[in-house]
């Protein structure tokens, strides 16, 4: 079933055409990427689809409730005064959840995201890794359908974000979120994704639509041949873009 | 991974120490020098003879402070609610911040020793004056830090209230309120240090009572050491009531001094 989908969606900023008709679909259960270069337009997409921007000419249709979103915004945007607990119950009382309900669901999830014991402690405190895992906890709490994640990895130090992404697989085998992913690491999007879209440079086209066939888990061992042939190969496709200067 | 949480009291107690060095060691200097030079009371009286009619007047002088600190409290109190509440209303209405942030400017460049008069015969030697002529200088400066506080709130953290479904209510007290808090004590610190100054300057023009009448007083019969006796009393209200300032900041924006050390 599609969970989500854009139909020939265009976003102008003034004169400056950012998107220009993006195509794009995610089925349930599945996890999308979107990939391309930097200030192509991918935090854009997502602006649309959690009604921070209006939507400018196309459509975007979602499965079910109106509200089915998530977002991680590209930084963790935690509250620094706000202890873990309460940045991580946030989305819930925004839904009018009482406090106390909403840290007993919570709770369960702690251990899973490494962060029992930190729950007092302000964001300020924390390392990067861990403001990252409870940034995407305060995502996923919030019970939507679909996760948007704006490059959860992207400032974290290379060995932290092999740690992280491993770690995340592990958790979304065992969740199966629904999830677009905005990244512009080809590696991450080849290890986590089940499909990949592919940006062209600002205004936006998808140029590429790639599917991942790669048995999971796929991190935490060498990288299958598939696999280094699909980045090549998306490398490649992003590469052309930015020799494309016009 | 984690930050200890630093002890700060007993950092601040040693940063202290310069401070008040410097401030014995200038009544130092100023005894010293009243004593070898000879130089009549009249002109400049020691700290030591200010402290001595400190305490030989510490009834006049404690009768005249209470009518101060009650114009001080009510002053502020007042200028406080309005600028709490009035930061609320342009926050949420753009339009009507541009129109009025002008005249709360202008507010601010009238001269007050050409206001105070007119405050005083508008409204009578009572305590209305002052406490108005407190609210007029404390006020803006608050509710310019709120305003700017507000504005300066993270665009990533009202993105991610607006994704949750937050009304606009609920990212302002959750996201913008907070954000402005360190703006607001940045404010508020400036605000308290002109409040006592106000009432006495306001007193000053026209009152029945209060440290400004005290000074008017000592003043017109040539007594310097009364004046500085009261100039001493305006000082320490003033240094207590920014304490209690920085007390008070020290507990909303604890989540302030994990980040201070980073
Ligand atoms: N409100 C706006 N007004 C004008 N231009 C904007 C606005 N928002 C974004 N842009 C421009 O649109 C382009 C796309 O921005 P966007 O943030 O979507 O890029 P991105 O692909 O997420 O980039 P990055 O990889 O750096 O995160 C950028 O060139 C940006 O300068
Ligand atoms: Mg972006």
């Known amino acids: 079933m599609t969970a989500l989908s854009?139909?020939?969606?265009?976003?102008?900023?003034?004169?400056?055409?950012?998107?220009?008709?993006?195509?794009?679909?995610?089925?349930?259960?599945?996890?999308?990427?979107?990939?391309?270069?930097?200030?192509?337009?991918?935090?854009?997409?997502?602006?649309?689809?959690?009604?921070?921007?209006?939507?400018?000419?196309?459509?975007?249709?979602?499965?079910?409730?109106?509200?089915?979103?998530?977002?991680?915004?590209?930084?963790?945007?935690?509250?620094?005064?706000?202890?873990?607990?309460?940045?991580?119950t946030l989305g819930l009382e925004v839904q009018g959840i009482p406090r106390k309900d909403a840290r007993a669901q919570v709770g369960p999830l702690l251990g899973e995201f490494g962060l029992a014991d930190f729950?007092?402690?302000?964001?300020?405190?924390?390392?990067?890794?861990?403001?990252?895992?409870?940034?995407?906890?305060?995502?996923?709490?919030?019970?939507?359908?679909?996760?948007?994640?704006?490059?959860?990895?992207?400032?974290?130090?290379?060995?932290?974000?092999?740690?992280?992404?491993?770690?995340?697989e592990d958790r979304w085998r065992a969740a199966r979120w629904t999830t677009l992913l905005v990244t512009h690491d080809v590696r991450e999007a080849v290890a986590l994704s089940d499909r990949i879209y592919v940006l062209s440079r600002r205004p936006a086209r998808v140029i590429a639509e790639i599917n991942v066939p790669i048995p999971r888990p796929r991190l935490g061992r060498p990288p299958s041949a598939q696999a280094y042939e699909i980045e090549a190969y998306l490398l490649e496709t992003l590469l052309q873009q930015t020799g494309e200067t016009s | 991974?984690?930050?200890?949480?630093?002890?700060?009291?007993?950092?601040?107690?040693?940063?202290?120490?310069?401070?008040?060095?410097?401030?014995?060691?200038?009544?130092?200097?100023?005894?010293?020098?009243?004593?070898?030079?000879?130089i009549s009371p009249l002109m400049l009286p020691a700290p030591s003879r200010v402290l001595e009619?400190?305490?030989?007047?510490?009834?006049?002088?404690?009768?005249?402070?209470?009518p101060t600190l009650k114009a001080t409290?009510?002053?502020?109190?007042?200028?406080?609610?309005?600028?709490?509440?009035?930061?609320?209303?342009?926050?949420?209405?753009?339009?009507?911040?541009?129109?009025?942030?002008?005249?709360?400017?202008?507010?601010?460049?009238?001269?007050?020793?050409?206001?105070?008069?007119?405050?005083?015969?508008?409204?009578?030697?009572?305590?209305?004056?002052?406490?108005?002529?407190?609210?007029?200088?404390?006020?803006f400066p608050m509710?310019?830090?709120?305003?700017?506080?507000?504005?300066?709130?993270?665009?990533?953290?009202?993105?991610?209230?607006?994704?949750?479904?937050?009304?606009?209510?609920?990212?302002?007290?959750?996201?913008?309120?907070p954000s402005a808090m360190p703006y607001f004590f940045a404010g508020l610190r400036i605000s308290i240090t002109y409040a006592v100054v106000a009432a006495i300057f306001a007193e000053y023009v026209g009152a029945r009572a209060g440290l400004g009448i005290v000074i008017l007083n000592a003043k017109n019969s040539f007594r310097p050491d009364i004046v500085l006796a009261a100039v001493v009393i305006s000082s320490l209200l003033t240094l207590v009531l920014f304490a209690a300032t920085a007390l008070l900041q020290r507990t909303v924006l604890r989540w302030r001094d994990v980040e201070g050390h980073r």
């Open chain 1, 6 to 88: 854009l139909n020939d969606v265009s976003v102008t900023f003034g004169d400056i055409p950012v998107l220009d008709r993006i195509n794009l679909h995610v089925e349930q259960g599945e996890f999308v990427s979107i990939l391309g270069p930097s200030g192509a337009g991918k935090s854009t997409i997502f602006r649309l689809l959690t009604g921070t921007l209006p939507l400018q000419t196309g459509t975007i249709s979602c499965a079910g409730r109106e509200n089915s979103f998530a977002f991680m915004p590209q930084r963790d945007a935690l509250m620094p005064w706000r202890r873990i607990i309460d940045n991580l």
């Open chain 1, 119 to 168: 729950t007092t402690h302000y964001p300020a405190q924390l390392s990067g890794g861990m403001r990252q895992r409870a940034a995407l906890l305060r995502t996923i709490v919030q019970g939507r359908s679909i996760q948007l994640l704006d490059e959860p990895f992207g400032a974290l130090d290379a060995l932290t974000r092999t740690q992280m992404q491993t770690w995340f």
């Open chain 2, 1 to 38: 991974m984690q930050r200890p949480v630093p002890r700060q009291t007993g950092e601040g107690l040693v940063r202290g120490i310069p401070a008040v060095l410097s401030v014995v060691s200038a009544f130092v200097i100023w005894e010293i020098y009243v004593r070898v030079s000879g």
């Open chain 2, 53 to 66: 009619q400190m305490v030989q007047n510490r009834v006049l002088l404690w009768d005249n402070t209470v």
């Open chain 2, 73 to 139: 409290f009510a002053g502020f109190a007042m200028s406080l609610t309005v600028a709490f509440g009035l930061s609320i209303i342009l926050d949420f209405m753009p339009r009507v911040r541009r129109a009025l942030f002008p005249i709360f400017v202008v507010s601010q460049t009238l001269p007050l020793v050409a206001i105070a008069p007119l405050v005083v015969l508008w409204f009578g030697f009572d305590l209305t004056p002052k406490v108005l002529l407190v609210a007029l200088v404390t006020f």
């Open chain 2, 143 to 177: 509710l310019v830090a709120l305003v700017d506080g507000y504005a300066s709130t993270d665009p990533e953290i009202e993105d991610l209230m607006r994704s949750m479904g937050a009304t606009r209510g609920q990212t302002f007290r959750a996201a913008r309120f």
